[in-house]
């Protein structure tokens, strides 16, 4: 009887042992799995530490993205072929045709002026179409146009930005001029609209319920 109880006591000290000892080593690795997270988070904040200083301050750039809109502002037409730039006065368009209004002659179809015609539409419900025909050669050079006293600062002046948009005919060669042109007249808080051309494109400008979509600002 005596053995017997004794065999009781060693397997009730031996369980309370191995207990112990299965919590004394559950808590070393959780305090290894610690350390080891320390570590690897101290060494993570070294090295952001070390590229941030090793990397100069980037300014961060702006991008406009272009978004075409309808607007009640007055569209000025520009058309800009192998870097050349020939402005297409709507108003002076007109002014040659008020004459045909009011007298005995029929309102022409076709119309020449100084370096372009014109081809007039007209439909119903007051609306019209006008096709810029360019001579050759027509325009002038970028730093013509903008210098000085010289049509672009003419315009600008005549025109501004609340009440007007500049629109742009593109041939395929003079995308980066008109960029930069772009960037400028976006500097004097003017919008600015666009559409690319080939030789072969019609400059239309519409007006009225045939004007949707063509000529607007972005």
Same mark, same amino acid.
């Given at each position: 009887?005596?053995?017997?109880?004794?065999?009781?006591?060693?397997?009730?000290?031996?369980?309370?042992?191995?207990?112990?000892v299965?919590?004394?080593?559950?808590?070393?690795?959780?305090?290894v799995?610690?350390?080891?997270?320390?570590?690897?988070?101290? %060494?993570?904040?070294?090295?952001?530490?070390?590229?941030?200083?090793e990397?100069?301050?980037?300014?961060?750039?702006k991008?406009?993205?272009?978004?075409?809109?309808?607007?009640?502002?007055?569209?000025? %037409?520009?058309f %800009?072929?192998?870097?050349?730039?020939?402005?297409?006065?709507?108003?002076?368009?007109?002014?040659? %045709?008020?004459?045909y209004?009011?007298?005995?002659?029929?309102?022409?179809?076709?119309?020449?002026?100084?370096?372009?015609?014109?081809?007039?539409?007209?439909?119903g419900?007051?609306?019209h179409?006008?096709?810029?025909?360019?001579?050759?050669?027509?325009?002038?050079?970028?730093?013509?146009?903008?210098?000085?006293?010289?049509?672009m600062?003419t315009?600008?002046?005549?025109?501004?930005?609340?009440?007007?948009y500049?629109?742009?005919w593109?041939?395929p060669?003079?995308f980066d001029?008109f960029?930069?042109?772009?960037?400028?007249l976006?500097?004097q808080?003017?919008?600015?609209?666009?559409?690319?051309?080939?030789?072969?494109s019609?400059?239309?400008?519409?007006?009225?319920?045939?004007?949707?979509g063509?000529?607007n600002?972005?």
């Amino acid at each position: 009887m005596r053995k017997k109880r004794a065999f009781s006591g060693d397997l009730q000290s031996y369980l309370n042992l191995d207990s112990l000892v299965d919590i004394v080593s559950n808590n070393v690795g959780i305090l290894v799995i610690l350390a080891v997270f320390m570590a690897v988070f101290s %060494l993570m904040d070294k090295r952001e530490q070390v590229s941030s200083e090793e990397q100069p301050d980037k300014q961060i750039e702006k991008l406009k993205i272009p978004w075409s809109h309808a607007s009640q502002k007055n569209s000025l %037409l520009v058309f %800009l072929h192998d870097d050349r730039l020939l402005y297409l006065d709507r108003a002076l368009v007109y002014q040659r %045709l008020k004459k045909y209004l009011s007298g005995k002659e029929p309102l022409p179809t076709e119309l020449s002026l100084d370096q372009y015609s014109i081809k007039l539409t007209v439909g119903g419900r007051h609306t019209h179409c006008i096709e810029f025909l360019p001579s050759p050669a027509a325009g002038e050079w970028w730093h013509n146009f903008s210098r000085h006293g010289g049509l672009m600062q003419t315009l600008m002046k005549k025109y501004p930005p609340e009440q007007n948009y500049f629109f742009f005919w593109v041939d395929p060669d003079s995308f980066d001029l008109f960029r930069e042109i772009r960037k400028t007249l976006w500097e004097q808080r003017f919008e600015v609209g666009w559409k690319p051309v080939r030789e072969e494109s019609a400059l239309r400008y519409c007006s009225g319920d045939a004007q949707s979509g063509r000529i607007n600002p972005q």
